[in-house]
């Protein structure tokens, strides 16, 4: 039984390890870029790493429908009255090419509203990355409101 055991925990120290080194230096960077952005938008409202993570080309879309350009996110952004709490993000997938990205997940949040009225906030999101000056920058982002 305890030869099993040990089995088992090496099996799983392998996959772990050859999980961790499969992860390419680009998908780090993605992944690490991605909740940066994240926690910009949904946390402390950070011009100056939106401005960073952001292309200059930028397209983004909200779960309203509502569809901004750069300059126009990081405003909406930064002056958005709403504070974010209970946040869970799940379901993590990257696809990379030679030049750009895809990542998708899905977002649990409870946003607290100028009026003070607290909205469960269920949303799938998409975020393009592309390569500017050697960088990973958002270059779209889309987010579809999900049913409780």
């Given amino acids: 039984m305890l030869y099993r055991k040990q089995n088992l925990f090496l099996i799983v120290m392998l996959v772990s390890c050859s999980l961790a080194i499969g992860q390419s ?10 909740r940066r952005l994240h926690q910009a938008v949904f946390g402390k409202k950070d011009s100056a790493a939106l401005g960073q993570l952001f292309a200059r080309t930028l397209t983004y879309g909200h779960s309203n429908g509502r ?11 930064i002056h958005n009255k709403s504070t974010y ?8 997938n990257v696809l990379i090419t ?3 990205a895809v990542v998708r997940y899905v977002m649990r949040e409870t946003e607290t509203n ?3 009225k607290a909205v469960p906030l ?17 270059f779209g982002r889309q987010a579809v409101r999900l049913a409780e």
Avoid: F
């Fill in 122 to 138: 269920r949303l799938s999101i998409m975020l393009v990355w592309v390569e500017e000056k050697g960088k990973w920058k958002l």
């Fill in 85 to 92: 709490t209970d946040t869970s993000l799940k379901s993590y």
């Fill in 67 to 77: 569809i901004q350009n750069r300059e126009e996110a990081i405003d909406g952004i």
């Fill in 25 to 34: 230096k680009d998908e780090t960077e993605i992944l690490a870029n991605s």
């Fill in 114 to 116: 100028a009026e003070g």
């Fill in 98 to 100: 030679d030049d750009a």
